[in-house]
């Protein structure tokens, strides 16, 4: 840590060399601007500096490295761990680097490292392309794609990482490179699921699928069918089109014009099918699960940008997640995860999810580092609540999820889905083989670990 001199002297120097706006403790809007998704997280970090471009971020990364600083990056600030933030550091902000340039013809799309999904989204809209992605519009397309990033159209196009075609970065040192497949392969391979640790990715290519028709149905009904609903959604999935997804789930019925108001607030199971074509074919896809008595039902076409928005949570709510990816769902999973859906407590914002992997998930297995991709179906229980007095009582049942569904776990995670869980969860998340070499990459490019503040993989 430098002298208060050299800080402060430095921290001048900062707010007049960069374009976008400095925050430190006592400056007015920095409580704003150290607010991320989960409210949960209340760290105050030194220096907040909101990086206009490429330029103000190798700035904002040498002042920290010039005062021995430690780094957290920003982009969506939708990790549930909070690691957009640190104590006492500083944070690089990218939340205004969120422009969006369609390249229809090459079918790709280059987007500012603080863009998030509703940016994205939007601008590829009027060409009917789209790129699998995160399910609600305001996670930060930056830590999304880095930690692989899995969407309701995963099964059809892959994840999101695996259809990354470039990355700019400042890496540690305050250097701007550029990462493809022909130049720095190594660092491109574990940009692809190694998050953020090999530097600030300060502009991302991606590429864009033909998506001219995009239909979903869904529907809720009583608990007491949720076995139904859960084998049925499977049967679905697995006998029908292989880029059909969406997920079967237990909730609290929400707020919605579409659900009765009696139902409102009660525990409810339901399911949801995305299929990228039209709402005919998905309707008879979907007839077996409609067959089950139900409260309320959707099946439509819908443009993606819409589907994305659909299920965005407000911010300012507690958040506790976890995940494991399953070898299957057979029948006694079925019964193991209703029990938990029962158990879920209610009324809360939290889910109980399972979804499908296979597909395009499945067709990456061996290429990139997220070493999972053997895996049928994943489970994810996240926990979102209002009351701090409900803090412990569903972390509780999170960890019940992942103790009760162990027999069918593959052992590995998927780390954008879930808070700190140590060290041995992200080399779940990646796998031991996977792992060393990342650690490798990261010694080359930050070998002291400046950029910590993620699953963090040790310089080898
Ligand atoms: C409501 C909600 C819904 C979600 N839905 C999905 C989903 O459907 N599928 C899915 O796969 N995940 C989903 N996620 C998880 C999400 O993908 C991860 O939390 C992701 O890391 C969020 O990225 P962010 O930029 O918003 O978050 P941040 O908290 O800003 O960043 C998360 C991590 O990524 C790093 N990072 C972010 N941007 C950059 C960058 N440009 N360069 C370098 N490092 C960067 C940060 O340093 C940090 O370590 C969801 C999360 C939430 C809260």
Redesign the pocket.
């Given at each position: 840590m430098a002298p208060l001199s050299k800080a402060g002297t430095a921290l001048a120097a900062l707010r007049e060399d960069l374009a976008g706006e400095v925050f430190a403790p006592g400056d007015p809007g920095y409580d704003e601007a150290r607010r991320?998704?989960?409210a949960m997280i209340d760290r105050r970090p030194a220096v907040i500096a909101q990086c206009d471009s490429v330029a103000d971020v190798v700035t904002a990364v040498r002042f920290a490295r010039d005062l021995d600083l430690p780094v957290?990056?920003?982009?969506?600030?939708?990790?549930?761990a909070?690691?957009?933030l640190n104590d006492g550091g500083v944070v690089v902000d990218?939340r205004r680097m969120n422009e969006v340039t369609v390249h229809p013809a090459a079918k790709a799309v280059r987007l500012g490292?603080?863009a998030?999904m509703g940016h994205l989204d939007r601008a590829c809209l009027p060409y009917d392309l789209a790129t699998p992605g995160?399910?609600?519009s305001?996670?930060?397309?930056?830590?999304?794609v880095?930690?692989?990033?899995?969407?309701w159209l995963s099964r059809a196009f892959g994840l999101?990482s695996d259809n990354l075609l470039g990355v700019e970065l400042v890496t540690a040192d305050g250097t701007v490179v550029e990462a493809t497949a022909e130049e720095r392969p190594d660092l491109f391979w574990a940009l692809h699921g190694g998050?953020?640790n090999f530097?600030?990715?300060?502009a991302?290519t991606l590429r864009l699928h033909d998506l001219p028709a995009l239909s979903i149905a869904m529907m809720f009904c009583l608990p007491e069918y949720g076995p139904q609903v859960i084998a049925t959604f499977r049967e679905i999935v697995e006998s029908g089109p292989a880029e059909t997804g969406g997920a079967a789930l237990y909730l609290t019925g929400p707020p919605e014009e579409f659900l009765p108001e009696h139902l409102v607030g009660q525990r409810l199971c339901g399911a949801l099918l995305v299929y990228p074509g039209p709402e005919d074919r998905l309707r008879k896809l979907a007839e077996p699960l409609l067959a089950v008595p139900h409260e309320a039902e959707i099946v439509t076409a819908i443009p993606y940008a819409e589907l994305q928005c659909m299920l965005d949570?407000p911010p300012g709510m507690r958040?506790y997640w976890s995940a494991e990816y399953l070898t299957g769902v057979p029948d006694a999973f079925v019964d193991a995860f209703c029990a938990l859906g029962e158990a879920m407590p209610v009324p809360t914002g939290t889910q109980h999810l399972v979804w499908p992997q296979g597909g395009a998930i499945a067709e990456g297995a061996g290429d990139w580092p997220l070493g999972h991709r053997d895996a049928a179906w994943a489970v994810h229980p996240f926990g979102i609540w209002e009351e701090p007095a409900e803090d412990e009582r569903i972390r509780e049942w999170v960890r019940d999820v992942r103790a009760g569904v162990a027999p069918w776990s593959t052992g590995a995670t998927?780390l954008?889905?879930i808070g700190d869980e140590g060290a041995e969860r992200v080399m779940a998340g990646v796998g031991a083989d996977n792992y060393r070499r990342l650690a490798e990459v990261k010694r080359e490019y930050d070998p002291e670990n400046v950029?910590r503040?993620?699953?963090n993989i040790r310089p080898l």
């Open positions: 991320v998704f989960n957290a990056v920003r982009g969506g600030g939708h990790s549930v909070g690691m957009a990218l490292g603080g998030t995160g399910r609600v305001t996670t930060g397309v930056g830590g999304f880095l930690g692989g990033g899995d969407g999101a998050g953020g530097g600030v990715a300060t991302l949570d958040n998927y954008n889905f950029f503040f993620n699953h």
